[in-house]
């Protein structure tokens, strides 16, 4: 099972805010306008995104995704990691770029897949 | 009290997307012609306009508002307005540190002119204006009000560098009381209770005026410019 701290391993990803790093990751979806990420990102995805400001909080809660990626190491708003830490948001950065940080992603999640099969 | 009209979102051709003709004496020229009485110059990211605009509007019994609309670090279009001209142009200063060093390509994006008083062109704005600065929102909205000026979102009625559109919501901060859009007709759904103000945001001078909107200030219709002003960010404030 693909567990967020398993990708943070794998990534090489920081931790902003780490309350479940337990959580599962089912699926990805990368965005910056919130307004497309509210009615796009699924249930479980890993998130990447560009956008610090405090509403992707709010996003990530409506949409339940497993965890925020910021990209391009871009740092989160304080008010948006207050609001992560308030709602137990998993909240990761990395200096990698969307494109390769995704492509990375799906790598993990086949090889994840392959292992359950074996 | 009295009613008047007004335009609080309207480029020049400081804008590279602005067109050639809108320079300030034309602008000036055309809100006389229209009827629009109260006019902001919000060129992107840049007041450079402003005292030629001051200027014109002189000519032509415009109370001129000076300001810009300025690009967020997420890409949102905030307006920003300044009771006088001198403190547009001291944020004018205050911003250049935070804007983006990318070269205007003119032959794809247009020229980005400075004007003098007679529609000359006494400077060139090198660096393309509208690319995102360095300030956040809630940075941006601190760093207006710090300085006495007025911000609110632009067009949130508008898919491209609307805040709606970039941040689903309005957030939580900074607060906005005041939020622009260009259909009335949206206004009530989208604001949220939010006092709206309606402007064209025009980069053409036929896109300017189309409508006439109107704002009631505690001032006569024949007052001096300065206070009609100082009504209008009294009303909006």
């Known amino acids: ?118 | 009290m009295a009613l008047f009209t007004y335009d609080l979102h309207v480029h020049s051709c400081l804008s590279p997307c602005g067109d050639d003709d809108m320079t300030p004496c034309n602008i000036a020229g055309m809100a006389m012609i229209a009827g629009v009485k109260i006019v902001a110059l919000t060129d992107h990211n840049s007041c450079k306009n402003c005292e030629a605009f001051f200027m014109a509007c002189e000519d032509y019994g415009i109370t001129p508002v000076a300001g810009c609309e300025l690009t967020t670090s997420e890409e949102i279009h905030m307006v920003c307005l300044f009771e006088g001209l001198k403190q547009a142009m001291a944020f004018d200063k205050t911003i250049q540190p935070y804007r983006m060093p990318l070269k205007n390509r003119v032959e794809i994006f247009g020229s980005q002119p400075i004007m003098g008083r007679d529609d000359e062109i006494i400077g060139e704005e090198p660096w393309f204006l509208p690319a995102a600065t360095s300030l956040s929102l809630n940075e941006a909205a601190e760093l207006v009000r710090s300085m006495g000026g007025l911000a609110y979102p632009a067009h949130i009625d508008r898919e491209s560098n609307g805040l709606l559109a970039i941040l689903g919501t309005f957030p939580d901060e900074p607060v906005f009381e005041l939020c622009e859009v260009r259909d009335k007709e949206n206004a009530q759904k989208l604001a949220g209770g939010r006092r709206v103000v309606v402007s064209s945001d025009a980069h053409r001078l036929t896109d300017f005026a189309v409508t006439l909107n109107h704002i009631e200030l505690d001032c006569e219709p024949d007052s001096p410019p300065e206070i009609i002003r100082k009504a209008l960010f009294k009303k909006l404030s």
């Open chain 1, 1 to 118: 099972m693909l567990t967020v701290e398993k990708l943070m391993d794998k990534l090489e990803l920081a931790p902003i805010e780490l309350p479940d790093g337990t959580r599962r990751i089912t699926g990805g979806y990368a965005g910056d306008l919130l307004s497309w990420v509210m009615g796009r990102a699924n249930e479980g995805d890993a998130w990447v995104t560009i956008m610090t400001n405090m509403n992707v909080a709010a996003v990530a809660q409506l949409t339940d995704v497993a965890c925020v990626i910021f990209a391009e190491g871009v740092e989160p708003d304080k008010e948006t990691v207050l609001k992560a830490r308030m709602h137990g948001i998993n909240l990761l950065g990395s200096p990698k770029g969307i494109f390769e940080l995704c492509g990375l992603i799906s790598e993990a999640m086949l090889a994840d897949e392959h292992e359950e099969r074996n």
